[in-house]
């Protein structure tokens, strides 16, 4: 019974120090996820990266609006789910630049964690 407890502790803190410490603390950068996509990994850090972008840009007062539509529809025990994502940028002689300084995949929640840093 100790063995199993202490595994099981031991499981948990090695959980918790895989994750970068950036995500936490992205310092001056900004830090975005996605879960699980239905097009796959590619769309899935896409996405995360996308919504980084947006974070950067509405904290340096660029006016960012996103609306996102998600429609799902089963038939037959099939389900069927559409996206569709508009995003608008109100830019008055501002550019923002990022370099992205990490990816993390969390293999157990199918989490892609992005950092965004901004670049001058």
Same mark, same amino acid.
């Given at each position: 019974?100790?063995?199993?407890?202490?595994? @099981?502790?031991?499981?948990?803190?090695?959980?918790?120090?895989?994750?970068?410490?950036?995500?936490?603390?992205?310092?001056?950068?900004?830090?975005?996820f996605?879960?699980?996509?239905?097009?796959?990994?590619?769309?899935?850090?896409?996405?995360?990266?996308?919504?980084?972008?947006?974070?950067?840009?509405?904290?340096?007062?660029?006016? *960012?609006?996103?609306?996102?539509?998600i @429609?799902?529809?089963?038939?037959?025990?099939?389900?069927?789910?559409?996206?569709?994502?508009? *995003?608008?940028?109100? *830019?008055?002689? @501002?550019?923002?630049?990022? @370099?992205?300084?990490?990816?993390?995949?969390?293999?157990?929640?199918?989490?892609?964690?992005?950092?965004?840093?901004?670049?001058?």
């Amino acid at each position: 019974m100790l063995c199993i407890a202490l595994s @099981q502790i031991g499981c948990s803190g090695s959980e918790i120090k895989s994750a970068p410490n950036w995500i936490n603390h992205p310092g001056e950068g900004v830090v975005a996820f996605s879960t699980t996509h239905v097009k796959g990994r590619y769309f899935q850090e896409e996405l995360a990266i996308s919504r980084a972008r947006e974070r950067l840009a509405a904290r340096l007062g660029v006016s *960012v609006s996103s609306i996102q539509t998600i @429609q799902e529809r089963v038939t037959n025990a099939r389900v069927y789910t559409t996206s569709e994502k508009i *995003v608008g940028l109100h *830019v008055e002689k @501002q550019t923002v630049r990022a @370099q992205l300084r990490g990816i993390w995949r969390d293999e157990k929640r199918d989490q892609v964690w992005v950092w965004l840093y901004p670049i001058d």
